[in-house]
């Protein structure tokens, strides 16, 4: 009896929107505003980097992506083009990342719904959000992208109008007067906490822009990986200055940067300043699809890399196992298990601090998985330019391996500010032994085998 297989079901159109729901979550439209709080109007540089590095990385498993599209892709490239003991590592990180993550979304919309609907409180949002993202992700993975499709479309659309609206305050068509650069350059100048600031808050900016890589992920379940593939990541790099910078620019554009924090969301509390309260509200409807889009697609991706983990023989062979729907349906339950266990952990603390440390644990995990993705285009580049076997490739990492060098040697830099950090630095702590810990266990694990198997044919060769 032949085993199920994954569906190429999702479509051109729901890749294109899959990666860019992975990074516009509700932490976009709340994480905002601690990056304002912390970085000012400088804020835009390190959105600008942050930008950067995420086109380094989207090109690297382009390349990667297309040559081998296979579901959970880059836990398997870092374990064919770095190391088996490498990938189980960051593959259990990745899903932890994603586990800390889809929660801190749900905590995120719980925060901005809570002050939209003050009768019901911040736990009481965060687990109808997780009822609503439970629901969506045992259906087919038809029904994930276009239930993604939709939702993401929703997000961008609210930052079309957010971005046409803050335009028109800053010319005084909306206010009555021209506000121009007075509110970005007033309030201590452009970097009033000093330019390292930047550096301070790109684990959070990470964080923001993960999800990206979402789409190698979904290599394995997609038609035509070699032209969907390359035009999603051509999407993903300029829709990422449409909505990210223009609207993250003309935000701090209109609301002093020190009016900005976790309390709520800085794009509707721009637009409460100018008397558009109506407006604001809108915007927490588009922090609940936000929400449940995020997560949505965390859940695909945590669910995804446990299932190559379980292939690989790195986890427990049952979450390998596909439904008659072609979905790792053991994987994505034990993903939803995680992401519960956290929302009941964050019932005993609902600080903002709460909020900001999932953040950066994810920013950390997040961040390894990332450049395994940039170490792994390196070694396989390199392994076909050995066997002189690099006009074969489809589509081919430009610049290498210049670009493939920054992206990985940036965001080592980006963890080590970590370390100088005090509200990031616990972060780093928690982060590594969820890298380190698998990795020994593998190792472990390998040479117990190996030592069992030399053993046995030591005792075959005496008889």
Known sequence: MNEPTMHRSLKNRHLQLISLGGIIGSGYFLGTGYILEKAGPASILAYLLGGLIVFCVMLCLAELAVAKPISGSFVNYANDYISPTWACGVGWAYWLNWIAYVPSEMIAAGIIMHNFIPQIGQVSWAIIFGLLITSINIFSVGKFGESEFWLALIKIIALVIFSCTALAICLGIIGGHYIGTSILLDN????????????????????????????????????EPEKSIPIAVRNVSWRIIALYIIPVSLLISILPWNHAGLTESPFAAALREYGLNQLASFFAFVVLTAAISCSNSGLYGSGRALQALAKLNMAPKWLGRLNHHGMPQNSIFVSIIGCWLIILLYTYDTSSLAYTYLLAVSGFTGAMAWISICWSQYNFRCRLKKANLVHTLKYKTPFFPY??????????LCLIVMLFTSDLRSALYTGLPMMIIPMIWHKLRHSKKNSSINNNTAKQTFH
């Open 188 to 223: 201590g100048g452009f970097a009033p906490n000093g330019y390292w600031s930047i550096l301070i808050t790109m684990v959070i900016i990470l964080v923001n822009f993960q999800g990206s890589e979402i789409i190698g992920l979904a290599a394995g379940e997609c038609k």
């Open 403 to 412: 670009l493939t060098l920054f992206g990985i040697w940036i965001q080592v």
